[in-house]
C-alpha cells in the first residue's frame, strides 16, 4: 500500500483527498503546512506527495525545494488553481512530477497518481538492473573499462531485461560464462536458478538425458527418475556452453524443446511445459559452421535472436593494466604476497603479447609471477609464445576494408620484435630473451615478417 503526503491548508481538501486516496487503496496522511511536511519527509518513507502552490509562510515551490533535497526522486503532484498554470508548469521545471488544476476531478487525480507512481517504480527497477550489473562488472565479473568492453556491458543491459535467446560468441578465456551470468543477474529471473552446461565435457550418449531427464528404467542405468537440466533451470536461466559440440540428432531434439517450449523425459509419455530463458556460447564463429554444414541453420536461427561477440584480451589492451592490478590483488590474498606495483619493463612485456588464451591466461600468468615475486615489485614475468591467437571470432573485413587480423597482428608481432632490438641494441639473442621466446622462434619470425 503505497504511503502519499498530502501538504494543503485547507482542512475541508485534505479531507476529500485523504477518504478519495482511502478509497482506492492508497494510505494517506495530511499536513497543513511545509514544515510539518518536511518533517513527515525526513522520518517517514513516503511514496508520493500531493501539495498545494498557494501555501502560507512556505508555498509549494519551496516545499518542493526542500523535499527533494531531502528525497530527490519522490514523485510530487502540485495542486494549483485554473490560472497558475503557469507556475505548475515552472514548478515541473523544478522537479515536479505532474500537476492538477482545482477543482479536480477524482478519477482523474487517480489517473495521474497511478502513472507518477509507475514510473517511480520503473526507475526504482531501473536502479536495481544498473545496480545489478555495475556490480556484476567487479570482483567475480569481467573488468574492463575500454571501448571494446563498455559496448559489451552496453549489451548487456539491453538484453537483460527481455526474455530473447542470446549467442555469446568468443574465443576461449573471453568469459562467455561470465556475461551469461551477468545476463541472469540482471533479469527478472535472477532469484531463480542458473543452471550452465558444457555441451563438449557431456558423452555424446548422455546430452539428452542431461538436458530433458529420464524416467525410471528408460534404459540399462536409469535406476530412479531424474529431472534434465531444463527442469531445473524452469523459471530461470540454463546457459549451453559449447553449443557446437551437439549431435545433429541432438540439435533437432534441442530445436523442437526451444520451438514447443516443452520437454518430454526419455522414456516418458507426458510432455513438460517449462519457462525457461536460454543463453548459449561457442567459442567459434556459428554462421561459419552453419556455412560449413556443421550446425543447423533453423537452429541457429532460433539461438540467435541477440547476439553478443566478445573480443579478444588483444583488441582491448586499454583494459590491461586494470586486468593486472585486479589479478595481483586476488593472487596476493590468496598467495599471501605483497606485490604492489609492476616494473615497467614486466607491463611492457605483459602489453607485447598477444594473449591467445585471453583473460584466463594472463590471469595464470600473473597468478605464478606473484608467486615468484619475492618483493613489493613484479621485476619479473613469464610469458610463454608457444600458442597463436585464434581468429575464429574475429569480425570479417568488408571488400573496401584492407585491415585483417592477420595484418595487425604482423604488425604488433614487428611492432614488439623492433622495440625489443632497439632495448638490446641489435643483439638478437638479448632480443629473444626481452620477448621471452626462444631464439629459433625469434630467426623464424624476423624472416617471415621481413626483419633484417
Known sequence: MEKILIIDDNESLRYTLESVLEEHGYDPKSVEDGSKAIEEVKTKNYDLVICDMKMPKMDGMQILAEVKKIDPDIPFIILTAFGDIKNAVEAMKQGASDYLTKPFDNDGMIMTLRKALEIRYLNKELAILRKRTDDSYKGGGIIGSSSEMKEVFDQVKIVAPTNLTVLIQGESGTGKEVIANMIHRASERAEKPFIAVDCGAIPESLIESELFGHEKGAFTDAKSQREGKFEQGNGGTIFLDEITNLSDANQIKLLRAIQERKVTRIGGKRALTLDVRILTATNVRLADAVNANKFRADLYYRLNEFHIDLPPLRARKDDLELLVKHFIKDANEEL?????????????????????????????????????????????????????????????????????????????????????????????????????????????????????
Open 336 to 452: 599471501n604476497r605483497s606485490v604492489i606495483s609492476v616494473a615497467d619493463n614486466v607491463m611492457k612485456k605483459i602489453k607485447n603479447h598477444l594473449w591467445p588464451g585471453n583473460v584466463r591466461e594472463l590471469r595464470n600468468t600473473i597468478r605464478r609471477a606473484v608467486l615468484l615475486t619475492t618483493g613489493s615489485i613484479m621485476e619479473k614475468i613469464n610469458i610463454t609464445d608457444e600458442v597463436v591467437p585464434n581468429n575464429n571470432i574475429e569480425a570479417k573485413t568488408t571488400e573496401n576494408d584492407t585491415t585483417t587480423f592477420e595484418s595487425l597482428t604482423k604488425k604488433a608481432e614487428k611492432d614488439a620484435i623492433l622495440s625489443a632490438l632497439d632495448e638490446s641494441g641489435g643483439n638478437k639473442s638479448k632480443a629473444a630473451k626481452l620477448l621471452n621466446i626462444n631464439e629459433r622462434t625469434f630467426y623464424r619470425k624476423l624472416k617471415s615478417l621481413g626483419i633484417n
